[in-house]
Each structure stands twice: as C-alpha cells, then as structure tokens.
C-alpha cells in the first residue's frame, strides 16, 4: 500500500497513470492519509453492483470510442443502481478541476448524508481542511479518462465510520474534456468486510483491539 498525504496528489496521478499503462502488477491500493479512505487504480471492486455499472460505463465508451456524455447514460437502463447514484457536476481550470457539485444524487445517499445533497458543492459536503485533497483525488478519474475505485470508512450524518465502496468514471459532452463523474457509493455488506483488510485494520485499532 502506497501512503500519501495532503500535499502529494500528483503522485496519485503518476501512479494511475502507471497502473493503466502496465496494469495491476503490484496490487498496490493508495491511502490518503490521515483519512481512512483508498484508491484502487485497478478499479477491481469487490461489490458485483459497481462491477456491473463500470461494465455498463464501458459499454457506452466502446460503442462511441471516447467517453460517453450524459446524454448516453439512460437511468432506465441503470434501475438497480439509481438509488446509490451520484452525479457531479466537473467544473475549474487547470490539470487538476477544482470544483464539483451534485447534479444528481439517489435516495440511499440522500439516507447516508442525512439530507438532500443535490446541487451542493464539494466544500459544503467535506471538511474545510480536506477538500483540496477530495478534489485532487476525484480528479484522477477525469484526468486519466478512467474508471477509478475508492473505499474507506468516513463519518458522515447518517452513520459514524461508515464503511463504504464507490466507483468513480468520466463522462464528457464531447469526448475530449471531463465535465461531470458518473459516481455509485454503496454501503460495504458486513461479509464483504473480510475483502477490505486496511478497514478492519483500521477498526481494530480504533477500538484498541
């Protein structure tokens, strides 16, 4: 596992960019320390949900040849996922965007948050002191034209420490630049726990086991 911290987002972009030219030959996931939260470069989740939403993202992606827009992704095609659905708006200069904002967020997130999220920014739904490295770590997926897999435990309105799985891809109205992320954020099932050792690692040493 690779350790990075407040300052370092660019090496996650090294490193994704590494993983999607040579593929996962390490295995290596990436912390975003002090937060409980990772990033898996190989997007491999272990919830067969996101799996099947990546495949549908992939689907879209081949049959254009460039990243799909908004306008192909159907939410009669997608049922299953839209209670765990999340839309964010990509917005900022630079190599790195710097804002996002909900477009559109499904009932279960709606749950987990405690109220409506829609059309809120990043910064109203993150910590002052982290959202630099949200934003920074979100843009990886736009910045490498990829699906990328976050898990982690954060607390949030709804649960403290929640444990949860999130597949993050591109989308973009013309192919080239990334203007809104396609998110799903699922809650990790108890005895899928044994999947994700950082988490209960981490548990274990909250409680003082």
Known sequence: MIILGQGAISRVSLYVEQVSRIGDVMGNTIRLEPLQVYIDPSAKPVDRRLDALKAYWRGKADAVG?????????????????PSILLLNVSGQGRFPKDFSVRLCGTALDDLFGQDITGMRLDELVSPQWVKLAAGALAVAGLHRCPIRFYGRI??????????????MPLSHDGQQVDMLLCEVITIRQMDLHAFPELTAD???????
């Open 66 to 82: 460039t990243l799909p827009s908004r306008a192909q992704i159907t939410p009669r095609e997608m049922l299953p996922h839209l």
């Open 155 to 168: 607390d949030v309105p709804g649960e403290v420490g929640a444990c949860l799985e999130a597949m993050v």
């Open 203 to 209: 548990l274990q040493q909250a409680l003082g086991a």
